[in-house]
């Protein structure tokens, strides 16, 4: 299973993986499940592309959509918690953004 499938499966059935509703755990839980496949070497290209590039990607579609900059490098969660209201709004985004990410790549 790469990030791409885990992904797809948090989003059916998030309290199954995660408990509350909360995108700090969920950046954690992927950040495990990342974390082992690459120290395993069962990461494939879809793993190491994610952990490598969607912070900065997440970083960058807020500009572009959202006309708001960062002036400082921080990761998905940090951005994504910036422009959200909610955890809910937020969950939202995510696998928004998560699904256009994988699209592209």
Request: proline share 1%.
């Amino acid at each position: 299973m790469n990030i791409k499938e885990l992904i797809q499966l948090v989003k059916r059935r998030p309290g199954m993986f995660i408990g509350d509703l909360k995108l700090e755990y969920l950046y954690h839980f992927i950040n495990g499940f990342l974390f082992n496949n690459i120290s395993t070497s069962r990461a494939d290209e879809i793993d190491e592309a994610f952990k490598r590039e969607f912070h900065q990607w997440v970083r960058e579609w807020i500009k572009e959509n959202k006309n708001i900059e960062f002036d400082e490098d921080r990761n998905y969660l940090y951005y994504i918690q910036e422009v959200c209201k909610s955890q809910e709004q937020c969950f939202t985004m995510f696998f928004e953004l998560a699904e256009e990410y994988f699209k592209e790549l």
